[in-house]
């Protein structure tokens, strides 16, 4: 079961890295193709500097996901891993609420089952 944590673990980190890049560098155009069921499309060109300082904070998530993989302390390691797990898990779970259902399945699940894993192992 570790190594499906640590799986889940990377795969959530990727995510974000990914979500940092589309808020931050291509917001008027991948981010309008993933959030065109959110967001009218005149508001994305306002609302890019937002979008930029919400890239930033997704890429303190994928930053602590990554730093877990570099401590040496297996309860460090698991305890870092289970605190930004968890905010990306409730940043999901906000997101459903307030923009998007899919931003669930996209974002809070896979945390959520790398959170899972995490604990089973």
């Known amino acids: 079961m570790e ?8 795969i959530v980190a990727i995510e974000h890295l990914y979500i940092l890049w589309m808020e931050m560098f291509a917001w008027e ?9 959110a967001l009218p499309a005149e508001m994305f060109k306002p609302t890019k ?4 300082n ?21 309860k460090w390691q698991t305890n870092i891993a289970l ?6 898990a409730v ?3 906000y997101g459903a609420v307030s923009a998007t ?15 899972g894993a995490i604990l089973l192992k």
């Open 83 to 88: 605190f930004f797990l968890g905010c990306v």
């Open 49 to 52: 500097g937002l979008a930029a």
């Open 29 to 37: 155009t991948k981010g309008k193709e993933v959030f065109k069921k």
């Open 101 to 115: 259902k899919k931003i669930f399945f996209v974002q809070a699940l896979p945390a959520i089952l790398a959170i």
């Open 54 to 74: 919400q890239g930033l904070y997704n890429g303190f998530l994928a930053a602590g996901l990554i730093w877990s993989f570099l401590i040496d302390d297996p």
């Open 3 to 10: 190594i499906v944590a640590k799986i889940l673990i990377a």
């Open 91 to 93: 940043a999901g779970i």
